[in-house]
């Protein structure tokens, strides 16, 4: 349910370049490639296991040319190309130490226009809605500093804690 809502908050439109940070078993990726035609999903993750079973989920859409995997950590943004619509993540920045750095890579991945959003639904014992609030509101803040602007927070799907999406568009 959390990545149905978070794949919706995108916009996705057939043409679009996509990106996702953090891809696991590919679930995303392939909800996301069923929303494009022309345009291509390429996911990173630094996890040999959640390549191999994205890989698999996604063999033909792969094949197709519209999903390309890649195994690596967040240094392999620097080996994108520029132009992206829509970048996205689950469950992703809250262990990145320097988010704003991150987030200025992938303002610089974005074309004028484009969207980052990225999910957030704490799991740590005891939490709470408050704590997806606070971190959304942070990550809005630091969204800011890398210079996304009509920033926004929004509120998805609860599973014992409420999950939130922060949103910022890279100026046109």
């Given amino acids: 349910a959390r990545n149905n809502w978070l794949v919706e908050t995108l ?32 996911g990173i993750d630094h996890s040999e296991t959640m390549y191999h079973a994205a890989s698999a989920r996604n063999a033909t859409l792969i ?23 829509r970048v996205f993540s689950a469950n992703v920045l809250q262990f990145v130490p320097d988010r704003v750095v991150v987030l200025r890579q992938l303002f610089a991945l974005l074309r004028p226009g484009g969207l980052v959003a990225t999910g957030y639904q704490p799991r740590h014992p005891g ?15 630091e969204m800011a500093a890398a210079g996304f602007e009509i920033l926004r927070l929004e509120c998805g799907p609860r599973s014992s804690v409420l999950t939130i999406c922060a949103l910022g568009e890279r100026p046109r």
Avoid at 66 to 84: E, Q, R
Avoid at 127 to 141: I, P, V, Y
């Fill in 63 to 85: 094949a197709a040319g519209k999903v390309d995997l890649i195994l690596g950590g967040l240094d392999a943004l620097k080996t994108l190309p520029a132009g992206f619509d």
């Fill in 127 to 141: 939490a709470k809605d408050e704590d997806a609030l606070r971190f959304g509101e942070q990550l809005l803040a």
């Fill in 11 to 42: 916009c996705i439109e057939p043409q679009h370049r996509v990106l996702e940070l953090g891809y696991g078993p590919g679930y995303a990726i392939a909800q996301v490639a069923s929303r494009i035609s022309t345009g291509i999903v390429v």
